[in-house]
């Protein structure tokens, strides 16, 4: 079956514009999951839904990142003023339910702020 | 403060020979314990897990040890294979014990496998 999927798979922003990130989650999945991939470091967790809701949004950074699940299925992750240092890969995971423990992952989208 | 710590940067390995990968971690929370494998241009693809209740799983040519009192898992490949060299996370959560279910990472090992 179909994996989850991530659009774009590139993304190159000017300082200080807005981005839209998208995500599909596998077919039937309760639970999405936002990550941050900076160079040389391990994904980071930024947000968690459970249908449409957010159950966990501790790891945003700041009030520039915000992430809506509207109708408990795609997700996207929007960045209002994007700074340089917004650039890393953010990778998007789905879980079957909240006791499902295997999170599979998108393959990310690369953003580019110059 | 890294919780999940990864301190071997890269390995590199003989075809057939076994590769083995640590991971240490800080908080004692953690009760759910993930290894991850990351080719480039991907996204992490789920290898093997184990819960704290385990001391260690096994999945074909890969093995997860826990040691809870040193705060320390490993990952065995073995026989390891070419197609093994990608980038290894090694994750964790404190989901079973009412925590969330957010993964913690550790920066990764890449491993090659020579042949």
Redesign the interface.
């Known amino acids: 079956g179909a994996g989850?999927s991530q659009t774009p798979s590139n993304k190159v922003t000017e300082k200080g514009k807005y981005v839209e990130l998208r995500c599909d989650p596998i077919s039937g999945h309760t639970?999405l999951?936002w990550?941050r991939q900076s160079l040389?470091?391990?994904?980071?967790?930024l947000i968690?839904f459970q249908g449409t809701g957010a159950?966990?949004d501790?790891?945003l950074p700041n009030d520039r990142f915000f992430a809506v699940r509207p109708e408990g299925s795609v997700s996207t992750l929007k960045i209002q003023r994007t700074e340089r240092g917004d650039s890393a890969v953010y990778?998007c995971?789905s879980?079957l339910s909240?006791e499902s423990?295997?999170?599979?992952?998108?393959?990310?989208t690369r953003l580019t702020v110059l | 403060d890294q919780q999940?710590k990864?301190n071997s940067p890269s390995l590199s390995v003989q075809e057939g020979r076994i590769s083995i990968l640590n991971c240490d971690y800080t908080n004692s929370m953690f009760d759910?314990f993930?290894w991850?494998k990351k080719y480039p241009?991907?996204?992490?693809?789920?290898l093997i897990?184990i819960s704290s209740i385990k001391d260690k799983n096994e999945d074909g040519r890969f093995t997860v040890f826990l040691n809870k009192s040193a705060k320390h898992l490993s990952l065995h490949i073995v026989p390891s294979q070419p197609g093994d060299s990608a980038v290894y996370?090694c994750?964790a959560s404190d989901?079973y014990q009412g925590g969330?279910?957010?993964?913690?990472?550790?920066?990764?090992t890449k491993l090659t496998v020579n042949p």
């Open positions: 989850v639970a999951y990550y040389g470091q391990g994904p980071e967790f968690y159950a966990d501790s790891g990778l995971a879980s909240v423990d295997t999170q599979y992952f998108g393959p990310g | 999940v990864q759910y993930l991850y241009a991907e996204g992490p693809t789920f897990s996370f994750a989901y969330s279910e957010k993964l913690v990472f550790g920066k990764g």
